[in-house]
């Protein structure tokens, strides 16, 4: 379980979060919101990147800032823009994500080629990661960042580059991740959402402006009609509407 109690950032004078708070147990937790509303902050906060300057962070009832070095692999994060090793092949880049994520040398072979498995990457597995499509370096980053099926993962924008079938294939993995873990996801595809998510959360302006399900965001949708927008679409745009985006 993580628990974010009024959480705030500021950038010099950019005040990026204002007061968040959440409380997620297992299960994906869908995060919507224009550039800028504070969602990649928010991440980078759970996952340690950036120092507490207001509020709490809670993992399983333990403060993030005395969680040891052990206790911080529980984490999984994936950022929006993300580095490989581009000289060692796919399967060397997951060799060193489950080293680092404190996998055991025994364990660490299972653990990788259920990861190649499940992201489709099985037969890219003895390739130079160089020389991968956008979408395959895509697959390989979320490989990295579950290699140690993590009980709080963090995907910044996980989708980005992959057709529908390798999109759908990612999903079914966050489902069977979010049996026993909370996974949080950072994304502008509504359509995503709609097909895993059992909560979505809307920011805008450093806020949460919609915290509820998909079918609360479609009834909102439904009284609130768009032309050229789905329900969702629609929705999503009406709990921007709650808190209009200002600096």
């Known amino acids: 379980m993580i628990e974010?109690?009024?959480?705030?950032f500021s950038y010099r004078?950019?005040?990026?979060l204002k007061g968040v708070s959440l409380r997620a147990e297992p299960g994906v937790y869908g995060l919507l919101g224009p550039n800028g509303a504070g969602k990649s902050t928010l991440m980078k906060s759970v996952v340690g990147m950036l120092p507490l300057q207001k509020g709490e962070i809670l993992i399983n009832g333990k403060s993030l800032t005395r969680m040891d070095r052990s206790e911080k692999r529980l984490l999984g994060y994936l950022p929006q823009h993300f580095d490989v090793m581009d000289f060692v092949t796919v399967e060397r880049n997951l060799i060193y994500a489950a080293w680092a994520h404190g996998i055991d040398r025994n364990e660490a072979g299972k653990a990788i080629s259920?990861?190649?498995?499940?992201?489709?990457?099985?037969?890219?597995?003895?390739?130079l990661a160089r020389s991968l499509s956008g979408g395959m370096r895509q697959r390989l980053g979320i490989a990295c960042a579950l290699v140690h099926r993590p009980r709080v993962a963090l995907l910044d924008?996980?989708?980005?580059?992959?057709?529908?079938?390798?999109r759908a294939g990612i999903r079914n993995l966050l489902?069977?991740?979010?049996?026993e873990s909370v996974i949080l996801i950072s994304t502008h595809l509504v359509e995503d959402l709609a097909a895993v998510?059992?909560?979505?959360?809307?920011?805008n302006s450093g806020l949460i402006a919609f915290d509820g399900t998909v079918d609360d965001l479609n009834a909102l949708g439904e009284r609130n009609p768009s032309p050229g927008l789905n329900?969702?679409?629609?929705?999503?745009q009406a709990a921007l509407a709650r808190i209009p985006n200002r600096q």
């Open 4 to 8: 974010i109690r009024n959480l705030h």
């Open 13 to 16: 004078n950019f005040h990026a």
């Open 114 to 127: 259920e990861i190649l498995e499940i992201t489709h990457l099985g037969g890219k597995a003895n390739v």
């Open 157 to 166: 924008e996980p989708t980005v580059g992959l057709d529908p079938l390798q």
């Open 175 to 179: 489902l069977e991740l979010s049996r």
């Open 197 to 203: 998510a059992s909560r979505v959360l809307v920011m």
């Open 231 to 236: 329900i969702l679409e629609c929705g999503y």
